[in-house]
Structures are given as structure tokens and as C-alpha cells.
């Protein structure tokens, strides 16, 4: 199972944006002119969150679905980073998108009272894209590292189709959507271990349409004549509102990534 959402993920690499893209590497090009880095990485990705649908017993009961239970089946993925410097300053744009579903036997809760569970089988399809940026100054620019302050904005989308089988008159098919816009700052660069090794990081937090969104990265990077290689942690959390399509979206894992400088 492993193996086969890998392999999922990385025939969906495309070029876009990764907020944890070149932080650490060396420039190609014109030092004085602009210089840019596109990545291709693979996410292997766990979802943790809770769908919410008006339930078939009336509009103030739900039908609450653990995401966790579909992640196994992820359909398509694309992601990529693209990052333009020149000086101190940089252009940085992030695009996440993630295609899941499955079918599932799951808890719902199917009316207001929680003492009412019951095992469905619930058919989800859940589509999400994630896409960031802004623009950063380095505030140190040295020769052990870098660090800069960035600041701009994260769009979220959330589609949700599920069909629920309760049985008799509970059979149902729901759809939701979810649509934030959220203004985020935060903290990125790295540490240079020697001439080719590095240690990127980023750090964000923000809010707007979301009660709170916040992401953390942190890997090793490897420099060569062309680009970077580099291997790290991605975690990026929502705190959505309590009527909102799902609740307390974190997508969390591995990266790995391959940045080619031109």
C-alpha cells in the first residue's frame, strides 16, 4: 500500500510553487538579476480532519466522517514550487493538489442527539487545493545561512461528494465545499552545514476566512551544479469554522523534492 501511494504521487509531479523551495541554495544566472528555482516533489501525505454534512434527519443533525478512513486511496496529486529572487528580495508561490476517495464503513452520527451513532457505508470523494505565496526579504544574508520574513496569502479549496448507505429512507448524497482565503507571515531559510549540504525551514501563520492556519517544514538539502535535492517534514494545519464543509484540515508527511535552478 506504501509503495502504491508513492507511486501515485510521484507521477503527479508538475512544476507550480513550494513554499520550502530553494531557501538554501545557490543562485544560477546573472548575480544581479533575477534568478529562479522550479521544484517537482512528492508529499506522501496523511489527511486528518472530519467532514460534515446536513443529515438525513433533519437540518440540525450531521453526518461526521473521519477523512483518515479514505486516505488509503489517493487518485491524483500534483505539486511543485516556483521561487524568484534578486537581492534580499523573493517571489514564492505553493500549489498542493490532492483527488481522494474510497469507499468506507465508518461511525456517522445521523441525528442531533450524539448517543445515536450508526455504521454507514459512506462513498467520499474529496478534492483540495492549497495554493500559497508571497513575497520574502532576508533579513541575514551570511555565510552560514539565511533568514528571511515573508508575508502574503494561502487559498483553500475543499470539494466533498459522499453517498451514504444508512439503509432504508437514510440513503443519501451529499455534496460540500469549503473556499478560504487566509493572510499568513512568517519565517524561512537555512542553515549551511558546508559547501553542499544545508538544513531549509519554514514557519508561517495566519487567519482570515479560517479561525487559524499555520505550516511547518523543516529537511536537509543537498546542492548540486544544477540544483538542490532536498528531504523533509511538512505539516499544515486549518482551523475552520464549526458550520465549515470539514473541520480541523491537517495534511502532514514526508517531502521530497528536486529543484532545478535556471
Same mark, same amino acid.
Given at each position: 500500500m506504501v509503495l502504491k501511494r508513492w507511486t501515485k504521487m510521484l507521477a503527479g509531479l508538475i512544476p507550480a510553487a513550494m513554499v520550502c523551495g530553494s531557501v538554501g541554495s545557490a543562485a544560477a544566472g546573472?548575480?544581479?538579476? *533575477? /534568478?529562479?528555482?522550479?521544484?517537482?516533489y512528492g508529499w506522501y501525505a496523511g489527511l486528518d480532519s472530519e467532514v460534515?454534512?446536513?443529515?438525513?434527519?433533519?437540518?440540525?443533525?450531521?453526518?461526521? %466522517?473521519?477523512?483518515?478512513?479514505?486516505? +488509503?486511496?489517493?487518485? @491524483? %496529486?500534483?505539486?511543485?514550487?516556483?521561487e524568484a529572487r534578486k537581492d534580499r528580495w523573493s517571489i514564492i508561490t505553493?500549489?498542493?493538489?490532492?483527488? @481522494?476517495?474510497?469507499?468506507?464503513?465508518?461511525? %456517522?452520527?445521523?441525528?442531533?442527539?450524539?448517543?445515536?451513532?450508526?455504521?454507514?457505508?459512506?462513498?467520499?470523494?474529496?478534492?483540495? *487545493?492549497?495554493?500559497?505565496?508571497?513575497?520574502? &526579504?532576508d533579513l541575514l544574508q551570511a555565510e552560514r545561512g539565511r !533568514?528571511?520574513? @515573508?508575508?502574503?496569502?494561502?487559498? !483553500?479549496?475543499?470539494?466533498?461528494?459522499?453517498?451514504?448507505?444508512?439503509?432504508g429512507p437514510f440513503a443519501r448524497e451529499r455534496s460540500r465545499s469549503e473556499e478560504n482565503w487566509d493572510g499568513i507571515v512568517g519565517l524561512r531559510g537555512a542553515l549551511q552545514l558546508g559547501e553542499r549540504w544545508y538544513l531549509p525551514f519554514h514557519a508561517d501563520i495566519g487567519a482570515g476566512d479560517s479561525d487559524l492556519t499555520w505550516q511547518?517544514?523543516?529537511?536537509?538539502?543537498?546542492?548540486?551544479? *544544477?540544483?538542490?535535492?532536498?528531504?523533509?517534514?511538512?505539516?499544515?494545519? &486549518?482551523?475552520?469554522? +464549526?458550520?465549515?464543509?470539514? /473541520?480541523?484540515l491537517a495534511i502532514s508527511g514526508p517531502v521530497l523534492g528536486v529543484g532545478v535552478r535556471f
Open positions: 546573472d548575480p544581479g538579476g *533575477w /534568478q529562479f528555482e522550479a521544484t517537482l460534515r454534512f446536513p443529515g438525513p434527519l433533519g437540518r440540525e443533525s450531521d453526518v461526521t %466522517v473521519d477523512a483518515s478512513d479514505i486516505i +488509503d486511496n489517493l487518485n @491524483m %496529486v500534483f505539486m511543485g514550487a516556483v505553493d500549489l498542493v493538489y490532492l483527488n @481522494m476517495g474510497d469507499d468506507a464503513a465508518t461511525t %456517522v452520527r445521523v441525528g442531533p442527539d450524539p448517543g445515536y451513532p450508526a455504521t454507514a457505508s459512506a462513498d467520499l470523494d474529496i478534492t483540495t *487545493w492549497v495554493v500559497s505565496g508571497g513575497v520574502g &526579504y !533568514l528571511a520574513l @515573508m508575508g502574503g496569502a494561502r487559498y !483553500l479549496s475543499v470539494d466533498v461528494d459522499g453517498q451514504f448507505g444508512l439503509g511547518l517544514f523543516a529537511g536537509i538539502g543537498y546542492r548540486f551544479s *544544477w540544483g538542490d535535492i532536498r528531504l523533509g517534514y511538512r505539516y499544515l494545519s &486549518y482551523d475552520l469554522d +464549526d458550520d465549515a464543509a470539514v /473541520q480541523d
